[in-house]
């Protein structure tokens, strides 16, 4: 088990040609498209620089023997002699080429990486089509997460350790930097989704956030249950009560270059596992809330790579920590506790637990005075009824939701914007106190659980609430460069965020 902070990414260089002795164990990744007609062997090898027509021919007078067609996401594998190396995966982008987006890019390189499992050494000319995306759905396609396996089931093969990027763009080997710097921080997100409750609570949480932060130069600042309990973070130590493992809330500040720089918050929801306390969860499934800390560990990768790349802003992270568990020690529903900042919250559901410490987070970030803030969750199962597995929902102020949503689809992220109808707020009065963490109805719960946060949102401050309840983790097979587990989204949302502020203010 590596002690190393943060995922260890395979290394990654860039060349502008075919190496002319490559390892003779490499494989060549090359993308191909359908090309007109509906035939047995329409594959063709999309045309680049980096392959002779000696080398091109080789490749698709193979294919056509195979009667590869090309499809989107189809990969073949070939031998081709004269190239000297092992053998040429062929994956397929289809046949538009207007259709080759970063993303289609990201997600063929992805597929390549799942097909060749066991494959030291790749190079690939996917990369003179996107350098950056190339890398980054290379990396993730190839991730893997072992940690917990013995010998007698650990995986018997090396996992990629080697990529050549071949490009003649301009700039190729700061793009390349840049797809494994990104791919690193959603790999390291991912780790931490994977890593089970029994290793990961909210002490070695903090202690693992803390250690990637000084890694790259952060202000780290750790909250423990007695400076929680003394500073008044009612929703925090409420809801680790129930817990033999108390509560954490840790803090990581990066200072970006340049005058004038607009200051950006992150909060992230850290449950390291929930059980739904007092108002316990079904067991059916019980076992995927160790992917309830997913915004915080999206959080922690984030404000990681702003670091790494040094971008123009300041980004401060402020991550609750805590474990929802039932016990005679634990809340109960019906009580009420002070959040941070001093409003009162009935809780009238302790499966609500995430809100109640999300509150405390936001409002202690506000007093950054942010110019936006931008808080993540596997909050609501609502999501999941609302938009599926795959599709964050976003909320907030309507300017900024929509930014990031767009910002999102860009990155492959694919975030949704929600409204948060101001009649929801209704839902949420308490007899007792302030407000309640649950409304009585069972319609729109992840625009009620948005309501509920916006209470706690300083004013003036442009916000974002993205609910990746499904998207954080992928309970079915592989697709893309997504594996089964912790997806790791949504990191580059965050990341595309920052750096457009960065850039258009």
């Known amino acids: 088990m590596s002690t190393a902070p943060g995922y260890q990414s395979p290394a990654v260089t860039v060349a502008s040609s075919l190496p002319k002795r490559p390892k003779a164990s490499s494989v060549l990744i090359v993308p191909v498209v359908a090309a007109d007609g509906d035939g ?65 890019i990201r997600r063929a390189a992805g597929v390549a990486a799942r097909a060749l499992s066991g494959t030291e050494s790749v190079i690939t000319t996917l990369s003179e089509l996107d350098v950056a995306a190339a890398v980054e759905g290379l990396i993730l396609g190839a991730y893997r997460f072992t940690d917990f396996r013995s010998a007698k089931t650990a995986p018997k093969d090396a996992p990629l350790q080697e990529i050549t990027a071949l490009s003649t763009a301009k700039g190729a080997k700061d793009l390349a930097v840049r797809g494994a710097d990104v791919a690193t921080a959603v790999a390291t997100a991912r780790d931490l989704v994977n890593t089970p409750p029994s290793h990961l609570f909210p002490a070695e949480f903090a202690r693992r956030a803390k250690a990637l932060g000084e890694s790259v130069g952060l202000d780290v600042e750790v909250l423990d249950e007695k400076a929680l309990d003394k500073g008044g973070y009612g929703g925090i130590v ?14 990581l500040t990066y200072k970006g270059s340049g005058r004038k720089r607009k200051r950006v918050a992150l909060v992230g929801k850290g449950i390291t596992f929930d059980t739904g306390g007092i108002s316990i969860k079904p067991a059916a499934n019980m076992h995927q809330m160790t992917s309830d800390m997913g915004g915080a560990a999206a959080v922690i990768a984030t404000v990681v790579l702003a670091a790494k790349q040094k971008v123009g802003v300041d980004v401060i992270a402020t991550v609750p920590m805590a ?29 609500a637990e995430g809100r109640l410490i999300l509150a405390d987070g936001i409002v202690r970030a506000c007093e950054d005075d942010p110019d936006y803030l931008i808080e993540t969750s596997t909050l609501t199962g609502a999501q999941t009824v609302a938009l599926g597995g795959r599709t964050p929902g976003v909320m907030g102020s309507d300017a900024f939701r929509d930014r990031v949503a767009r910002l999102s689809q860009q990155v492959g992220e694919n975030g949704w914007p929600m409204p948060l109808p101001e009649e929801l707020k209704d839902d949420l009065k308490s007899t007792v106190a302030d407000i309640a963490n649950v409304s009585g109805s069972r319609y729109a719960g992840m625009l009620v659980a948005g309501v509920y946060l916006r209470e706690f949102v300083a004013d003036g401050v442009q916000w974002a609430h993205v609910d990746v309840a499904g998207p954080a983790y992928n309970t079915g097979g592989p697709w893309g460069y997504t594996g089964k587990g912790g997806t790791g989204v949504p990191v580059r949302t965050m990341f595309a965020a920052i750096e457009d502020i960065a850039t258009n203010g």
Do not use: H
């Open 40 to 104: 047995p062997g329409d594959a063709r090898v999309v045309a680049t620089d980096l392959l002779d027509a000696a080398a091109v021919g080789e490749i698709e007078s193979a294919l056509r023997a195979l009667g590869a067609k090309g499809g989107a996401d189809q990969v073949t594998r070939v031998v081709a002699p004269s190239l000297r190396v092992a053998s040429v995966l062929a994956v397929g982008l289809g046949s538009a080429r207007e259709a080759w987006t970063p993303e289609a």
């Open 238 to 251: 409420g809801v680790g009560k129930g817990s033999s493992r108390p509560p954490r809330l840790v803090r």
């Open 323 to 351: 474990e929802n568990m039932p016990s005679s020690t634990a809340q109960r529903p019906g009580d009420v506790l002070t959040q941070y900042g001093g409003i009162t919250v009935e809780v009238l559901n302790t499966d």
